[in-house]
């Protein structure tokens, strides 16, 4: 079963630049969420998709962040403009549902600098 | 949700048996006790999840008391690629899915 993926891997930008991250997760789960992972701390949750409705946003800096998931599959994560502590890894993941007791499965995550 | 207090860091050598504890004093009835391990420039993945007594599965087991105050991740015979940060994560089944991580235990296995 192949696992969530996600593009870029890596990606450094100037601040005020635009940036997108993309995440293609597992067939068939209809949950998706987007962390950020800051070095040195534990993934904090940005958004959470149940199939291409938003659940949970409550984290998101909506004045520069925004995502999306058309057609309750594929989602994208932007950051228009990017501040110096935007610079983090933006972890994808999905489930199978929206219970806690539904495993999330992770991506290996994009790497963003911003200089 | 239930806020939990794992120790910051720990250490162990090669084919010994860890132990990390997870203290979740306030869990509530539907809580269930998930644990993530997460190595270095990876997602978090999925080891064990569990509600009382004892689960095993390949890879680990989980420890939860009567009193579900606290819970034991035990990992038995490490090895060096069980270097990683540990996640304990308390949430309610039937309650929407919200992982919501703390620091986590760096575990770092030494030859």
């Known amino acids: 079963e192949a696992g969530v993926a996600q593009s870029p891997r890596y990606k450094i930008i100037e601040k005020r630049q635009s940036v997108a991250f993309w995440c293609n997760p597992i067939?068939?789960?209809?949950?998706l969420y987007w962390y950020q992972q800051i070095l040195g701390q534990g993934p904090k949750l940005l958004i959470q998709f149940q199939n291409n409705g938003v659940v949970d946003d409550s984290q998101l800096p909506k004045d520069r962040f925004s995502a999306e998931r058309l057609k309750g599959v594929d989602s994208t994560l932007k950051i228009q403009p990017a501040k110096l502590e935007d610079s983090a890894v933006y972890l994808c993941?999905?489930?199978?549902?929206?219970?806690?007791?539904?495993?999330?499965?992770f991506g290996p995550g994009t790497r963003l600098t911003v200089l | 949700l239930a806020k939990t207090t794992q120790p910051i860091s720990m250490d162990s050598y090669e084919g010994q048996e860890v132990n990390i504890t997870c203290s979740h004093n306030n869990i509530a009835t539907n809580d269930y006790i998930t644990w993530y391990q997460q190595f270095p420039s990876q997602g978090p993945r999925f080891i064990i999840q569990g509600y009382k007594t004892k689960v095993t599965n390949e890879v680990a087991s989980l420890f939860i008391p009567a009193d579900r105050k606290s819970s034991t991740l035990s990992l038995p015979r490490v090895s060096l690629s069980d270097t990683a940060v540990y996640y304990c994560?308390?949430?309610?089944?039937?309650?929407?899915?919200?992982?919501?991580f703390g620091a986590g235990t760096r575990l770092a296995v030494h030859p």
């Open positions: 993941a999905s489930s199978l549902d929206r219970d806690f007791t539904d495993t999330q499965y």
């Open positions: 994560l308390v949430g309610a089944s039937g309650g929407y899915n919200k992982l919501i």
């Open positions: 067939s068939g789960h209809a949950t």
